[in-house]
Nanobody, 125 residues
């Protein structure tokens, strides 16, 4: 089993920066892809960014490309999401997700077996 725990987040003004972290514990070697999703009130959970463990290839949603950066710290079993130039529309609960299997659609929540509890990010205008 794998456990994921998010930390970071909080309240920031538009244009500011925040970093959220996802620490994995348990059978972390099972994780093939780690991703961040977010869910705003009244909206579906949406893909933000992912990183593949074997080669650290990354992918981003168009809405965050150029502003957000996902990176791994293997020594700490942690994946971080650095968020710069934040906008009010980035306000959401941010979830870390892990997939142990190969998939043809890592942009879908259904491809992930492991989820963290979520951390709130609020961007004020």
């Amino acid at each position: 089993q794998v456990q994921l725990a998010e930390s970071g987040g909080g309240l920031v003004q538009a244009g500011g920066s925040l970093r959220v972290s996802c620490e994995a514990s348990g059978r972390t070697r099972n994780i093939y892809v780690t991703a961040w999703f977010r869910q705003a009130p009244g909206k579906e959970r949406e893909f933000v960014a992912l990183i593949r463990g074997i080669d650290e290839i990354t992918h981003y949603a168009d809405s965050v490309k150029g502003r957000f950066t996902i990176a791994r710290d293997n020594a700490k079993n942690t994946v971080r999401l650095q968020m710069n130039m934040l906008k009010p529309e980035d306000t959401a609960v941010y979830y870390c997700a892990g997939s142990a299997y190969r998939s043809n659609n890592y942009y879908s929540t259904s491809s992930y077996e492991y989820w963290g509890q979520g951390t709130q990010v609020t961007v004020s205008s």
